[in-house]
């Protein structure tokens, strides 16, 4: 497993950007697929983006897709969520993920992914 520990969350107006990062650790980080999810209050957690491990493919939901990048650098063990264009909407808890045994756009479930970071606020006022 990976220990995840993610950055970057605050208070922002709509339509402003955040940039949320996710550090690693643990030396085989490059074979994971990495993922971003946040939950709402009352909600569910949902998916938001992933990565995979092989060739950088990327998945976004509809609602954040155009809007939100998610990028990866193996050789600093991080993964990074740049939010562009927010809505209120997208206030959340958002979550760090990694799945070591990603099957692409079959397994963007938060079951799918075994390793969560503890998660960090994000606010987008009206």
């Known amino acids: 497993q990976v220990q995840l520990v993610e950055s970057g969350g605050g208070l922002v107006q709509a339509g402003g950007s955040l940039r949320l990062s996710c550090a690693a650790s643990?030396?085989?980080?490059?074979?994971?697929?990495m993922g971003w999810f946040r939950q709402a209050p009352g909600k569910e957690r949902e998916f938001v983006a992933a990565?995979?491990?092989?060739?950088?493919?990327?998945y976004y939901a509809g609602s954040v897709r155009g809007r939100f990048t998610i990028s990866r650098v193996n050789a600093k063990n991080t993964v990074d969520l740049q939010m562009n264009s927010l809505k209120p909407e997208d206030t959340a808890v958002y979550y760090c993920?990694?799945?070591?045994?990603?099957?692409?756009?079959?397994?963007?479930?938060?079951?799918?992914?075994?390793?969560w970071g503890q998660g960090t606020q994000v606010t987008v006022s009206s």
């Open positions: 643990g030396r085989t980080f490059r074979s994971y697929a």
């Open positions: 993920a990694a799945d070591n045994f990603f099957c692409g756009s079959s397994c963007l479930r938060a079951s799918d992914f075994g390793s």
């Open positions: 990565i995979s491990w092989s060739d950088s493919s990327t």
